[in-house]
């Protein structure tokens, strides 16, 4: 590309509200430009970054067995009337109707769509797993869009979901795409931190965020000092209470309670009724009972809690819901695992206080006696919890914690069920009967990162790109001007092109003084210099964008050396 027919308009002075470096340099290099709030073009500078990372991107999907797909942008209200997430999303979702006033939102996630692409085609388990994904702009209304593509209203992502048999098969996917993950990150010239991350409300079990660390990162990251414990801050919150409710639920009364499946079986192993278990598996928040939850096999999905209710049936679809009637829900009654069963808790909070109150985080063993105020104190309320802090102790080994920011470039998560039981996308196993898909989504924040890189790899003159990112490989800078130079630099100019060597000219009618700062600012690996004087003795000069090393080549041969 001939820079004197480039679309790259650069600016010389610094942008007025761009207060990051990847925001400055990126506006300064002519790689965005701003239409309305966090809302950007990606300039051909600019693009062809982005489209380096996608097809990263898209190869390591790809050899993990990944298809790529397109999903409409345009959704309709009805599926995510169906996820119960219309509500949910609030004003981060951009909505508008039709001519015949039905409803519609942009895109911001597509977890329903693909809930509802596969739910009429997969009817039988022969057809699973799947994992399929797309690279397409997402649109969020973001409460403070700022810092250019790193917080954007409209964004790039890359978002794969995995359709599995079951929860075996999700953890193999979730195995892969952690792995592409990883890879992704590499090649990209990331350096980046996994964490644990909270699974919210999105309902599911493990979570996994990567993380580019950097001051103007927006997210707190907690790492232990000593060991490889590492979580975002809201995960750490809910580990650190879980590991000090434990500590208290230790003094507690244990009792073995293998292979209980009815409330009956539970009661008498207990030597309790169930007006007695209610008081000590149950306990009341802001007035509002709270219950015990119950998930385990089929058996177990009906929990009967005399004194209150008649009988509580949950299903997953129903357990956020649930909670919100009857407060906070805590407890389970049954043989519940916590780390196998409990994938359909769509709250932590569940999980953190049913290990507090019940012990239920061990398979068959029960606490009884427990009193909330005396054993379980602070957990009432888990949003008037504190955020752990530096120096709070890790809740693995109990060393002290940091605190550092992070970018999340990346997102993994195993959703579970809540989409496909709710949307009924389900299939039949081999004995006839209808299960449930099993769901994972995958996120990678495409034009974030292109933004995250430039946090990590800029110094006080510009940009310096990782070379598997940079939007050229080779800058020639035509200096002086002489025919013989403007020649020479045009010819090797076309040797390297010839070569594949992606190359920029700088053939503009620009003073020298420009020309470097220019180069300096946008950042090729590779600066050649070709001036009267060094042509004159045969040479053409390199320099470094990185190390700023310089040296002297021939002329002769030059295009073979630099590819
Ligand atoms: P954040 O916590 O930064 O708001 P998120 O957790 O809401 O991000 P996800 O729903 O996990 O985002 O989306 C997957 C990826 O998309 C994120 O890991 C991030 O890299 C990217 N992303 C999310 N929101 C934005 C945004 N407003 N602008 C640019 N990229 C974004
Ligand atoms: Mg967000
Ligand atoms: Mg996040
Ligand atoms: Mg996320």
């Excluded at 994992?131 to 794969?160: C, H, S, W």
């Amino acid at each position: 590309m001939k820079l004197s027919e480039y679309y790259l308009p650069t600016l010389k002075e610094e942008p007025a509200d761009a207060h990051i470096p990847s925001h400055r340099l990126m506006l300064r290099s002519g790689m965005i430009r701003k239409l309305s709030a966090g809302v950007y073009s990606y300039l051909p500078l600019g693009y062809r970054v982005i489209k380096k990372i996608q097809s990263i991107v898209r190869e390591e999907m790809d050899r993990k067995g990944c298809q790529e797909l397109l999903m409409p942008a345009m959704q309709t209200s009805e599926i995510w009337k169906e996820s119960e997430r219309w509500e949910d999303f609030g004003p981060l979702m951009i909505r508008f109707e039709d001519r015949q006033e039905r409803e519609y939102c942009l895109g911001p996630t597509h977890e329903e769509v693909v809930a509802d692409l596969i739910r009429d085609e997969i009817k039988s388990y022969k057809k699973l797993p799947y994992n399929l994904y797309q690279i397409q702009t997402k649109v969020r209304d973001e409460i403070r869009p700022r810092f250019g593509l790193m917080r954007a209203r409209e964004f790039i992502m890359k978002d794969a979901y995995s359709l599995d048999l079951d929860f075996e098969g999700l953890d193999e996917s979730y195995q892969d795409m952690y792995e592409a993950y990883s890879r992704v990150f590499e090649r990209c010239g990331l350096d980046t931190r996994v964490v644990e991350a909270d699974t919210g409300a999105m309902g599911g079990k493990d979570s996994h965020e990567f993380m580019v660390l950097a001051d103007s990162g927006e997210d707190d990251l907690a790492f232990c000092t000593e060991c490889e414990y590492a979580a975002n801050v809201e995960r750490a919150t809910a580990d650190f209470e879980l590991e000090e409710s434990a500590e208290k639920a230790e003094s507690l009364e244990k009792v073995h309670t293998p292979g209980a499946t009815t409330i009956e079986e539970l009661e008498s192993m207990l030597e309790v009724d169930s007006s007695q278990m209610v008081k000590t598996m149950a306990y009341f928040a802001d007035e509002k009972p709270v219950v015990a939850l119950v998930r385990g096999d089929d058996q177990l999905n009906e929990v009967k809690l005399r004194n209150y209710f008649e009988a509580v049936t949950l299903r997953p679809a129903e357990a956020e819901e649930f909670s919100e009637h009857f407060g906070s829900v805590a407890g389970f009654i049954g043989p519940v695992d916590l780390k196998d069963d409990v994938e359909i808790v769509a709250d932590r909070r569940i999980q953190n206080m049913s290990s507090a109150v019940t012990g239920a985080n061990e398979r068959d063993y029960h606490l009884i006696n427990v009193e909330i105020d005396r054993d379980v104190e602070g957990l009432r309320e888990y949003t008037d919890l504190r955020e752990v802090k530096e120096g709070d102790s890790c809740p693995k080994c109990g060393a002290s914690l940091e605190i550092k920011a992070g970018i999340e470039v990346g997102h993994i998560f195993k959703l579970g069920t809540k989409y496909s039981e709710s949307m009924g996308a389900t299939y039949l196993d081999e004995n006839g009967s209808e299960k449930p898909i099993v769901m994972g989504s995958y996120g990678i924040g495409i034009s974030r990162l292109a933004a995250a890189a430039i946090e990590q790899n800029h110094d006080d003159k510009g940009i310096v790109w990782p070379k598997p990112l940079a939007p050229f490989q080779v800058e020639i800078l035509a200096l002086g001007n002489s025919d013989e130079v403007e020649e020479e630099a045009k010819k090797l100019y076309q040797e390297l092109q010839a070569e594949g060597v992606e190359t920029l000219l700088d053939d503009r009618d620009e003073r020298a003084g420009v020309k470097f700062n220019d180069a300096e600012l946008i950042g090729i690996p590779l600066q050649v210099i070709v001036g009267s004087r060094s042509l004159s003795e045969g040479k053409v000069e390199v320099e470094f964008r990185e190390s700023g090393e310089q040296c002297n080549i021939d002329r002769d041969g030059a295009a073979e050396r630099l590819t």
